[in-house]
């Protein structure tokens, strides 16, 4: 009997059941929704292998703030909000020295780690208090705090406000 049990226990672990599965997680819930950001590279914290998944609403439980912006991409004010960049590199453990965005066109930019721990940065994902769709540039737009600070009204800062963001590798 205490055999057959043992011989159960191993054949679950060897499949990677449920007991399997329990160690992937590193202090991060796992999403229960659609998942609209994906954090890879230097990170500590995960649930996924090796990877951080987010979904809306962890996002939006992250420490975030409300831009009242102009932005060349939209006529007059846009009300951006989402978590600020420098909470969601907290919630994943990262540390690097760049982080490269990629966006679902494939377009990719870098953003100095620098920028993260100087700016209020965030990771919009609603405009105007809606989520935002692919078609609006969702699920996830790269917000630079405009409103805090005039001069990163450039075409560097443009490059690096990336939409339609998908991914982050923590480099
Ligand atoms: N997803 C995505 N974000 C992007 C880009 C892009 O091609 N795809 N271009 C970037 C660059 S290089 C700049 S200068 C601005 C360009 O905005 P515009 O094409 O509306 O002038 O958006 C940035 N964000
Ligand atoms: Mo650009």
Known sequence: MRHLLLTALAVLLLAGGPAAAAPEHQGLD??????????????????????????????????????MVETPWLEG??????PLASAVLEAVGASGS????????????????????MLDIILATRLNGRPMSVRDRGPIFIIYPFDQDASLYNEAVFSRSVWQVRGIVVE
């Open 30 to 67: 796992a999403p229960k929704e659609q998942v609209i950001l994906t954090v890879s590279g230097a990170i500590t914290h995960t649930n996924g292998d090796g990877v951080a998944r987010f979904d809306r609403p962890m996002l939006e439980a992250l420490a975030g703030r409300l831009a």
């Open 98 to 117: 760049r982080l490269r965005i990629e966006a679902l066109n494939d377009y990719v930019a870098y953003i100095p780690m620098e920028d993260i721990g």
């Open 77 to 82: 004010m846009s009300a951006f909000e989402g």
